[in-house]
């Protein structure tokens, strides 16, 4: 990836953004609206999505919108609405950027609970479905937008005692992967799947409380490939998985066995 997001890349760009309040999200959101985007900041804590709407407007940046949601909840009702309120006040989408999602347990299968199971799988991966499924029209009014799936090492690799996080990721790289080939003909949009890696969030301190924090990259080292994965007329391949580092490969399709 040869990229340098320049000074206003992104001006002009309205982007939702999921998970805004805290971790990769919340700096994706400073750094994109730092390049001139339009964020929309979906989280359901309000007051931290408050704090944030402020913080960008006090740096000058493009005033954002903010999205009280708990996704959590099935509400198609409010997609529907929010599909309305974004087509009304902003008149395009050119950024769907699924970022939210909780990490459950990291125990043996067996003792995996499924209420946990139930709750993970509906953030991390039926909400982002239903948002995209309610969003995607809007994506293909602009002739030019980007779709991209915040993953995991484990969502390409499922791994032991994972559980429900890895299992997530798994399906939601899967749907990356049909829709990806579903639109290839039929419509601009470029569907991408990220694989952040270890970065310096809650979640990762979560997942590996004894590592000290200073060891892994803060997430505002993520800007750059987001902005690049997001800018108007970006050389980015469609469907493909992307690491930090930029590289990046096909997404895998099966053959027809
Ligand atoms: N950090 C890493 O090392 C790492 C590595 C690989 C992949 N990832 C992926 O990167 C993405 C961001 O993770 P992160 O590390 O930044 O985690 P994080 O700091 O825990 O942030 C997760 C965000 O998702 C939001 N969220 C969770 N449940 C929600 C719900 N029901 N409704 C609305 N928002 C909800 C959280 O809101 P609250 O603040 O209200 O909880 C928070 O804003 C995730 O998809 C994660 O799987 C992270």
Known sequence: MHFKAEHNSLAGRVILITGATSGIGRSLALGLAQLGATTLLLGR???????????????HY????????????EDPERLDALKQ???ERYGALHGLIHNAAILGDRVPFEHYKMTTWAQVFRTNFEAPVAMTQALLPLLQQSSDSALIFTSSSVGHSPRAYWGAYAASKYALEGVATLLSEELENTSDIRVSVVNPGATRTK????AF???DPETVKP???LVTLYAYLLSPNSNAPRGHRFQSDGHHHPLERRAND
């Open 62 to 73: 493009p005033e954002p919108g903010i999205v009280p949601f708990d996704l959590s909840h």
């Open 45 to 59: 804590d309000v007051a931290a999505l408050e704090t944030l709407f402020d913080e960008i407007k006090a740096n």
């Open 85 to 87: 309120v974004i087509s």
């Open 219 to 221: 997430p505002e080292d």
């Open 209 to 211: 409380p004894s590592e």
């Open 203 to 206: 979640m990762r301190q979560a």
